[in-house]
């Protein structure tokens, strides 16, 4: 059986500042936590080219779904200004991402410049190696958005005319269990877990726990949960959990208060911090 007493299991990073930052591997105790997918050419992508699933933590900014796909700076080379820090410029913003650890925990600390008003969205749009028994925690009661695709899993009608998402609480919006993260049964959704800036998967004896910290601005969990359900041609199996700024996917189908905006000094500043701990094996009773 697995005890309640947990030790910390120091992570280590990597990443490929020249194809969008992205997040290579995060690994501690022998294990790897990002997820690889089935999808090639991520290695020759060109900006603005349609999303390839390759897998990792993908940086999604100023939107994750819309467009461009998962946003402008994911298909962008970053450049490397000292070690474990980058930087991307665009023609509206400029954002700095230092990563360091301490005594094994992850922390990335991030800086977006622009002019005072500009709104956007981010994710840290982590997919993650999962079996079909883990598990993610969150506040139960949680208000949480399903978002279109999940129409097909609720009874007919239920979906309100008009509307991108349906809200919920947490860990069973519409009555669908989220919190469970397989095994594979076909189906595939988004969901975006409201002023939720903390969130726990716990697979076997690991757990890993994801925390995002951002004064002044709105502060979700977003989740991909695709158990074979897609693509519909070729679907495989991908779970994300991803902290995010906003509190939709979409940029286009953010209110006032569902994105990120870049206050009268010109810039925000945000933290993701990622640990991880490993619960102790005991003799069952």
Same mark, same amino acid.
């Given at each position: 059986?697995?005890?309640?007493?947990?030790?910390?299991?120091?992570?280590?990073?990597?990443?490929?500042?020249?194809?969008?930052?992205?997040?290579?591997?995060?690994?501690?105790?022998?294990?790897?936590?990002?997820?690889?997918?089935?999808?090639?050419?991520?290695?020759?992508?060109?900006?603005?080219?349609?999303?390839?699933?390759?897998?990792?933590?993908?940086?999604?900014?100023?939107?994750?779904?819309?467009?461009?796909?998962?946003?402008?700076?994911?298909?962008?080379?970053?450049?490397?200004?000292?070690?474990?820090?980058?930087?991307?410029?665009?023609?509206?913003?400029?954002?700095?991402?230092?990563?360091?650890?301490?005594?094994?925990?992850?922390?990335?600390?991030?800086?977006?410049?622009?002019?005072?008003?500009?709104?956007?969205?981010?994710?840290?749009?982590?997919?993650?190696?999962?079996?079909?028994?883990?598990?993610?925690?969150?506040?139960?009661?949680?208000?949480?958005?399903?978002?279109?695709?999940?129409?097909?899993?609720?009874?007919?009608?239920?979906?309100?005319?008009?509307?991108?998402?349906?809200?919920?609480?947490?860990?069973?919006?519409?009555? =669908?269990? &989220?919190?469970?993260? %397989?095994?594979?049964?076909? @189906? !595939? *959704?988004?969901?975006? +877990?409201?002023?939720? $800036?903390?969130?726990?998967?716990?697979?076997?004896?690991?757990?890993?726990? =994801?925390? &995002?910290?951002?004064? %002044?601005?709105?502060?979700? @969990? !977003? *989740?991909?949960?695709? +158990?074979?359900?897609? $693509?519909?041609?070729?679907?495989?199996?991908?779970?994300?959990?991803?902290?995010?700024?906003?509190?939709?996917?979409?940029?286009?189908?953010?209110?006032?208060?569902?994105?990120?905006?870049?206050?009268?000094?010109?810039?925000?500043?945000?933290?993701?911090?990622?640990?991880?701990?490993?619960?102790?094996?005991?003799?069952?009773?």
């Amino acid at each position: 059986m697995v005890t309640g007493a947990a030790g910390p299991v120091p992570l280590r990073v990597a990443y490929d500042a020249a194809r969008g930052g992205r997040w290579t591997s995060l690994r501690g105790g022998g294990r790897e936590w990002l997820w690889r997918g089935p999808e090639p050419g991520r290695h020759d992508v060109r900006p603005d080219d349609a999303f390839i699933d390759a897998g990792g933590l993908e940086e999604c900014l100023p939107t994750v779904r819309g467009r461009p796909d998962h946003g402008e700076v994911w298909s962008r080379p970053w450049r490397t200004t000292a070690p474990g820090t980058v930087v991307i410029e665009r023609p509206t913003f400029t954002v700095t991402r230092r990563i360091t650890d301490s005594d094994g925990v992850v922390v990335a600390d991030y800086r977006l410049a622009a002019d005072p008003g500009h709104r956007f969205v981010w994710a840290a749009h982590a997919l993650l190696d999962l079996s079909a028994g883990a598990r993610l925690d969150a506040p139960a009661g949680t208000l949480t958005r399903l978002h279109p695709e999940a129409a097909a899993l609720l009874p007919p009608a239920a979906w309100p005319a008009g509307s991108p998402w349906l809200t919920g609480p947490w860990p069973a919006p519409a009555g =669908l269990a &989220l919190d469970t993260l %397989g095994p594979d049964d076909g @189906t !595939a *959704l988004g969901a975006v +877990l409201l002023d939720c $800036p903390r969130v726990q998967v716990t697979d076997g004896a690991d757990r890993l726990t =994801l925390e &995002l910290e951002c004064d %002044g601005q709105p502060r979700s @969990t !977003a *989740l991909w949960r695709n +158990l074979n359900g897609w $693509p519909a041609a070729a679907p495989y199996r991908s779970v994300g959990v991803e902290p995010m700024l906003g509190a939709a996917f979409d940029l286009a189908d953010a209110g006032p208060s569902d994105a990120a905006v870049v206050p009268p000094a010109g810039e925000v500043a945000w933290r993701l911090t990622i640990s991880a701990h490993r619960f102790h094996r005991g003799r069952s009773r």
